[in-house]
């Protein structure tokens, strides 16, 4: 028989929770019976939103956490004083081996302290990263590093590519992942002094297929499957991509509604538009993946829908099933004793 | 009577030259009496360009550069040997006071290094930032830097705020420019070393408006007039910006083109949505200025055509009569000693 994946789903984070979490838990387990999920959050609220569905819940549980963490709490003081709060307790569940996987719409400092403090690193893992899935021209690439540890070291990005490059390919299915890393032009000799240092450690890495320098300009392309760079440039791209995507759809719309012959032409061809641009939605994929934890943590955005939370507890479960951290643990050889407070 | 503003013009740089640098030589004298233009390259190949007009040339005068710098040749070794360029003929005319600005839309890297190694750096001026401007939902702001020289440090920044701050008061006539950094978040005490490092001293500035952190997703909503950050990062931020525009563009027009109802709407809308995306086109506005030197050098975009040069050839004129030079020395006060070689 199959194996079963438990999640701890934080029924308390982001911004349309409980409604839309409880859904997808109970979608979730619907759909496949290869599910068991904890439904971390103040029971009665829970409870509540649980009773409006018939359908079986026998692969539920509510798990009591009666306090909260806000999105604008400092993390690091929410999650030592919060030790009742929805994520703290579903971390715990990851800790304690009582769930595989912990996956929140909420705070996304909250998240990344946690992980670290609660849930732990693998040994030999240098530093956890973030990695969201951006839309390209393609499909979706992988950006690593965008979390909260800046001024990362050459050590740590090749990590990076490493953990990257087993994600996509074994939870994303995509062969050879091409990894590249962000520079300022494609040469080997261009770049800041992270850059210069970190290109010959990955072109001497036998473990992934490091493709060279990837010029912004050329990520929506699609032109690499794993994109590795520190957390602050990874951060500006992730942030800039959200924003000038919405900017630029914005100015379109308001274009396309000047006239009255444009707002005609416009609402023959939304519909089509629409399923263009559904395409280009890195929601659909699932949540950022906290990558080198005993364990895993997925950051679903905060304006995430039953659809979205469900793809991410799916993609928790193929994160099992491959064994992504077994793979993570047999490429991570090089221990460098590590002095950094990473909380 | 008004005083005239020489411009030293890159007869050979940039995918539509000759002809459209000629053409913009043309028009700009022909609109203006105060503009006066040396048109620099290969002088039988310009003279059979300019021989296309009929309007009067008198002030349009050919200065011979036998010798062309390609795309891909190394800057600072092109710069160095081809003494008979354009790029290096037109950068003495500026030096030698022949001329007030050097306006260019070949190689970036030859520009940049031509700039310092020229032209020369205003006495205090530790590092010339290159500044574009960035389309934004309210106009434009200015990125400053987008250079060459990455690894800056704060006191780099802090000129930058400045140079910038004085470029779009005066130039594009922003009344008391918002200045921002680019951070990972709205907080003081966030961001990687050397933004935590130069945020105390941009808030310490008497002589800008300093709003504080600028996360990457509000450029484009135009939060900012001027947008400091170290060029590693604004270089990511320019391309991305490039790149990102472009994919989008064309998924949506592959959108719209997908089903028969759609493309006769596209048809009936494109007109309108031309116009607004328009709007939404920094080259209107010229090229970008590499600022901080004894004199001013213009990096236009490579695909420039005649409109977009001639814009840049305005800017110049705008530059020299509201004396950006002068104020720039008022401002830059704090003189370092530095070590570094800029080359």
Redo the contacts between chains.
């Keep these: 028989m199959q194996e079963i994946t438990k999640i701890a789903l934080d029924a308390m984070g982001g911004d349309n929770a409980p409604c839309e979490v409880v859904k997808a838990a109970v979608k979730a387990t619907q759909n496949r019976d290869d599910i068991f999920i904890y439904l971390v959050g103040q029971e009665d609220v829970v409870n509540e939103e649980l009773a409006k569905y018939t359908e079986d819940k026998s692969r539920i549980q509510v798990v009591d956490a009666p306090e909260v963490i806000e999105m604008a709490e400092p993390p690091v003081m929410a999650i030592r004083k919060k030790k009742n709060s929805s994520i703290v307790v579903g971390m715990n569940l990851v800790k304690k081996k009582e769930a595989d996987a912990f996956v929140s719409a909420g705070s996304s400092g909250a998240i990344l302290v946690g992980g670290q403090l609660i849930v732990g690193r693998i040994k030999g893992v240098e530093r956890p990263p973030l990695a969201p899935l951006l839309p390209?021209?393609r499909g979706v690439s992988l950006l690593i590093d965008c979390g909260a540890n800046?001024?990362a070291r050459a050590s740590h990005l090749v990590q990076f590519a490493k953990m990257g490059s087993i994600y996509m390919e074994n939870v994303l299915g995509v062969e050879k992942p091409k990894v590249a890393i962000?520079n300022?032009g494609a040469e080997e000799e261009k770049?800041?002094?992270l850059?210069k240092e970190t290109y010959p450690l990955l072109k001497a890495c036998k473990d992934i297929n490091f493709v060279g320098s990837i010029?912004?300009?050329?990520?929506?392309?699609g032109e690499a499957d794993v994109i590795v760079c520190e957390?602050?440039?990874g951060?500006?791209?992730?942030?800039?991509?959200?924003?000038?995507?919405?900017?630029?759809?914005?100015?379109?719309k308001?274009?396309?509604m000047?006239?009255l012959?444009?707002?005609?032409?416009?609402?023959?061809?939304?519909?089509?538009?629409?399923?263009?641009?559904k395409?280009?939605d890195a929601s659909e994929y699932g949540g950022a993946p906290l990558l080198g934890l005993n364990g895993l943590v997925v950051k679903a955005h905060g304006n995430s829908t039953a659809k979205e939370l469900t793809n991410a507890i799916y993609q928790c479960v193929s994160f099992k099933n491959k064994d992504i951290n077994g793979k993570i643990k047999e490429h991570i050889t090089e221990v460098t004793p590590s002095s950094e407070d990473e909380a």
């Design positions: 390209t021209e800046v001024d962000v300022i770049g800041n002094a850059v010029e912004a300009r050329d990520i929506p392309k957390a602050f440039t951060n500006v791209i992730l942030k800039l991509y959200e924003g000038l995507a919405s900017t630029l759809i914005g100015v379109i308001k274009g396309l000047s006239t012959i444009s707002k005609i032409g416009a609402a023959m061809a939304l519909p089509a538009l629409k399923g263009t641009l395409a280009f």
